[in-house]
């Protein structure tokens, strides 16, 4: 599995929050109807986008609860959005490459097999478990589209 270590400077977001479950079929039916909820708020409250446009999905653990934001960079306050600060470090960075339903895949390979066999160390006790960094070459469920995800390493 390719991957990248790099560093990364602490950013603001904002953007949208929303529970999960500890199902990873209802939260795929989740995020999705969050997805699509973000989008609808981008466009409601005008904010348009140009070729160098970013969204980003992070992922946090609180109090043993995982909780989903939809992000964009923070340049405004939107109505209803909530800023958040991404603390920078190092990072070890993957790219997925393909539909978008198919991601809980390269994730479990990133988790389940890849990390066990590596010399790279999570924090356990981190409430960023990783974000996800949307751009112009995400193009939602087709063959050649490309997420980049985000772990933060000890």
Known sequence: MKYKVIQKETFLVHGLWVQLTTSQSDNFKIITKHWQYFNHQLKI????????????AITKKINNEYFYLTAIPYTIDIKGFKKEEILGGNFISFEHIGALNL??????????????????????????????????????????????IYLPLL
């Open 45 to 56: 409250n005008q904010i348009e986008f140009q070729n160098n446009w970013l969204k980003f």
């Open 103 to 148: 991601i809980k895949f390269t994730l479990l390979n990133i988790y389940k097999k890849f990390l066990p066999n590596s010399s790279f160390k999570l924090d356990n006790n981190r409430k960023l478990i990783h974000f996800e960094q949307y751009d112009y070459r995400f193009k939602w469920n087709k063959p050649n589209s490309i997420i980049e």
